[in-house]
């Protein structure tokens, strides 16, 4: 059934519907090894704290179809809202998945996010979490998970989209 679910997640990423054609907010890129607190706040790196309190720190999270959670600035998030809307009838589930289990956010005066435990418990996110600059938003990942799956992705071929991509 995942399987199904990444497929189809994958004709809506690959459709153009995307939040970065017009980014609100600095491009955040980078990757953060961080430890969830006993509440379950995780304290946002310094370095994209400034970008992020010019949106008020306000933050909306919501579930990923590959297993890590996506945390976008709100204005980001309205964009990206606005587009997962607007699919037709046939992605109700996928509209379901991103819409139904978004979480408004804000941090507090010390960069503290309160992820909450719906969200976490789909993203098997306990502790030890990595989070990644993506763009226009970030991705929070069990850092676990995270590893295994990027070693997995380290070991298979490149997608074709890579083969005349000089790096």
């Known amino acids: 059934m995942a399987g199904h679910f990444l497929i189809q997640w994958e004709k809506v990423q690959f459709s153009g519907i995307s939040c970065h054609d017009h980014h609100l907010f600095p491009m955040f890129q980078g990757a953060s090894a961080l430890s969830l607190d006993a509440k379950g706040r995780l304290s946002v790196p310094t370095r994209h704290r400034d970008a992020l309190l010019q949106g008020k720190g306000q933050l909306t999270i919501t579930k990923h179809p590959h297993g890590c959670l996506m945390v976008f600035p709100r204005a980001e998030w309205e964009l990206f809202r606005e587009r997962i809307a607007a699919l037709p009838m046939q992605a109700q589930w996928w509209k379901r998945i991103f819409l139904g289990n978004a979480q408004e956010v804000e941090m507090d005066a010390t960069g503290r996010v309160l ?42 071929d490149m997608p074709d989209v890579f083969k005349d991509f000089s790096f």
């Open 115 to 156: 992820v909450a435990p719906e969200l976490r418990s789909a993203a098997g996110i306990s502790k030890d979490v990595i989070l990644l600059g993506m763009g226009g938003h970030f991705e929070l990942w069990d850092a676990a998970l995270y590893a295994k799956q990027e070693a997995e992705a380290m070991q298979a």
